[in-house]
């Protein structure tokens, strides 16, 4: 079936400093892929949708200065977390359509110290 | 934009009963409406999901119920075994690649 992977699963970084998260789809191509962000307990809420080829759309409420995100390709997507702050820790999931069915990258958990 | 609710928050049943998860959803434009099931720090996996041209769909021991009308769906897990216990989402897109919306979730504990 389809594959979408995400590097790294895991991150800690200094707060200030950024950090990037890559999601790939393995075996197909994606022209959207979609961010979202998963507090403890709660829901996974979408961040902003990646667009190959032009900026990505980014919801309300997010801040598209501080989180960066590039569609270089039709296989790789990537979110930059910039200056990140112990607020931004948090677990990071990317999604990709395939014939209408949403395959979910393994997720990146990002602490901010 | 869409909105999807969700209830209960929390679900709780003995092994071998059913459990059920409702959600509603406010687009009427939505026609896809699948299910996941995420474990701890894992990601989402869909078990099951229904479009907006069918009433009921049903795989083995999960069933998903739509009321268009109403802008209902609904979860229904038969015979529930512990290694069912697992936070469940709804969701709701419009078919072709547009962004899915979840639900809050729902934290189903299968006593055995």
């Known amino acids: 079936g389809a594959v979408v992977s995400q590097h790294p699963s895991r991150v800690i970084c200094k707060s200030g400093t950024s950090v990037k998260i890559e999601c790939r789809s393995l075996d197909f191509q994606a022209t959207t892929m979609f961010w979202y962000r998963q507090f403890p307990k709660q829901s996974l809420m979408l961040m902003a949708t990646s667009n190959e080829g032009s900026k990505a759309t980014y919801e309300q409420g997010v801040e598209k200065d501080k989180f960066l995100i590039n569609h270089a390709s039709l296989t790789l997507s990537t979110l930059t977390v910039t200056s990140a702050h112990p607020e931004d820790s948090s677990f990071y999931i990317c999604?990709?359509?395939?014939?209408?069915?949403?395959?979910f990258g393994q997720g990146t958990r990002l602490t901010v110290v | 934009g869409e909105n999807v609710e969700q209830h209960p928050s929390t679900l709780s049943v003995q092994e071998g009963d059913s459990a059920v998860i409702k959600c509603t959803y406010s687009d009427s434009a939505s026609n896809y409406f699948p299910w996941y099931k995420q474990e701890l720090g894992k990601r989402p996996q869909l078990i099951i999901d229904i479009r907006s041209n069918v009433g009921e769909k049903k795989d083995q021991r999960i069933a998903v119920t739509l009321n268009k009308t109403a802008k209902h769906f609904s979860l229904h897990i038969t015979e529930t075994q512990p290694e069912d216990s697992a936070v469940y989402f709804c969701a709701a897109s419009i078919q072709g690649g547009f962004k899915t919306i979840f639900g809050a979730g729902t934290r189903l504990f299968v006593k055995a």
């Open positions: 999604s990709a359509i395939r014939n209408t069915e949403a395959f």
